[in-house]
């Protein structure tokens, strides 16, 4: 009731999508975990504390929508116990025992109708060849139609920066966009997504 276990993204890549997408004429659902930014009010927003409570809420919006996009930044694990009281300090260390969350993306792009669905991997490679190796690996793992990698490693990007730089991956192809943005950036996406989605549903 008073520890956590979290990150510092702040949630500004998202929020940005999201604001992108409203002015691209979409109807909008926005998921959105604790954060210090004012949503678009022109999007549906659903707020979760957790990422069992964001499992949720994506699975359900994801059954009837044509996009999902995973943006947000979700706990890979959990501590197995909850605690309705506060862990005192005690001794020098301190052992807690971690299980594993659902993979909400995985699980939206395992969907018998699944929506075109695009993740996110934040990365700290030690080459842009090596980050496209471990974002496109992540693609073919997780069954997904597109995905945006970069390098949270470097300060000016990333994690609660307004700006990021990112590599945009397919099946077939890689595109790097420099730094920029996260509104611009997320302009350019939206974009690079919707023609995608037309050559998707032509081919259906």
Not at 107 to 133: I, Q
Not at 136 to 162: H, M, T, W, Y
Request: aromatic fraction near 4%.
């Amino acid at each position: 009731p008073v520890r956590y276990i979290s990150n510092n993204s702040s949630g500004k890549m998202g929020y940005a999508l999201v604001e992108a997408a409203v002015e691209a004429g979409a109807e909008t659902v926005l998921i959105s975990g604790p954060v210090n930014i004012s949503p678009s009010k022109r999007a549906k927003t659903i707020y979760v504390k957790s990422a069992k409570e964001m499992h949720v809420a994506a699975m359900k919006e994801a059954t009837d929508c044509q996009l999902f996009i995973a943006c947000a930044a979700v706990a890979d694990y959990r501590p197995k116990q909850k605690l309705k009281q506060k862990l005192k300090k005690t001794d020098t260390s301190m052992n807690i025992d971690l299980i594993k969350n659902s993979d909400i993306v995985t699980d939206v792009a395992a969907l018998s109708n699944s929506p075109f669905t695009v993740g996110f991997a934040a990365e700290t490679p030690e080459t842009t060849d090596c980050l496209e190796k471990l974002a496109r690996e992540k693609l073919q793992r997780k069954k997904l139609d597109l995905i945006i990698a970069n390098d949270v490693s470097i300060p000016a990007i990333g994690f609660d920066s307004d700006y990021n730089a990112v590599l945009v991956i397919d099946h077939d192809s890689s595109e790097m966009i420099a730094k920029t943005s996260k509104t611009i950036l997320s302009r350019q996406l939206i974009v690079k997504i919707s023609q995608m989605l037309k050559i998707k549903n032509k081919a259906l």
